[in-house]
């Protein structure tokens, strides 16, 4: 099995953690980096093959994770020399990845079960599968609901549900063949393109852990929350 590392992004938001790191590197609790956890996770779960597709920094995670012989996977790299979007890095390695992979930002802290949405992905026959995850969103304000300039609802700082994407996709290289290599791809606007065509995406709905690090106050949790946590996202370290 294998898994593009989508790790070339510049980690604005985590500022000034990634002034001199790439995000996939900053640690989490006293002795791991981001990174090294999702290859132990990864390696546990079955894969045998990674492409990092690297940008900022990338020399720097180059030199920590080498040719993946630490954690027995085989790693490559794909350079990215200017931001193509989340799915646009992909393009450019589209001729040396399988039919089927996972692709996945470097940046994420769960206990999802990366084999299982590969397997799931592959026998579903789906050009894209999307792990989500259940977040709720308070609003702090009275919410009208208005119709020609007349109030017809209202609700007092409601709470909404959603489904959100967890960064983490089983792809088929078919779903990407249209596209143009070099140029930006958005994970967005595969997904609305897939939908136009009545190729919907498949949803694997997760409800475990999960972190997205590229949020400071995530990023803060985790590393408040890690020591509790550290024997169910690395087993055997």
């Known amino acids: 099995m294998h898994v593009v590392i989508l790790a070339g992004g510049k980690g604005v938001r985590l500022r000034p953690y990634t002034t001199a790191l790439p995000k996939p590197l900053v640690p ?13 996770q990864l390696v ?17 995670i180059r030199a920590y994770v080498g040719d993946g012989s630490q954690w027995g996977i085989r790693v490559d790299y794909a350079t990215e ?8 890095p992909l393009l450019t390695m589209l001729d040396r990845l399988p039919e089927h ?7 994420i802290l769960t206990d999802l079960d990366f084999g299982d949405v590969y397997r799931t992905h592959v026998a579903s026959a789906a050009p894209l599968t999307i792990a989500t995850y259940a977040r709720q969103v308070s609003i702090d304000f009275g919410v009208l609901t208005t119709d020609s300039g007349r109030v017809v609802g209202f609700a007092e700082k409601p709470r909404m ?12 290289r078919a779903a990407l063949a249209r596209y143009t290599p ?11 393109d897939m939908l136009e065509a ?5 949803a694997y709905e997760f ?20 020591s509790l946590h550290r024997d169910m996202l690395i087993k055997g370290a």
């Open 81 to 88: 020399e200017s931001p193509l979007g989340t799915m646009g």
């Open 161 to 172: 549900d959603y489904r959100v994407s967890m960064g983490v996709y089983g792809v088929s």
């Open 101 to 107: 992979f996972l692709a996945m930002n470097g940046d």
């Open 207 to 226: 409800d475990g852990y999960w972190l997205d690090i590229g949020r400071p106050d995530d990023y803060d949790r985790a590393n408040r929350e890690f």
């Open 44 to 60: 546990s779960a079955g894969f045998t093959s990674c492409t990092l597709a690297i940008g900022h920094l990338g020399h720097i």
């Open 28 to 40: 989490i609790g006293e002795e791991h980096a981001i990174l090294e956890i999702v290859m132990r």
């Open 182 to 192: 070099g140029l930006p791809l958005g994970f967005d606007e595969l997904v609305l």
């Open 198 to 202: 009545k190729t919907p995406p498949r």
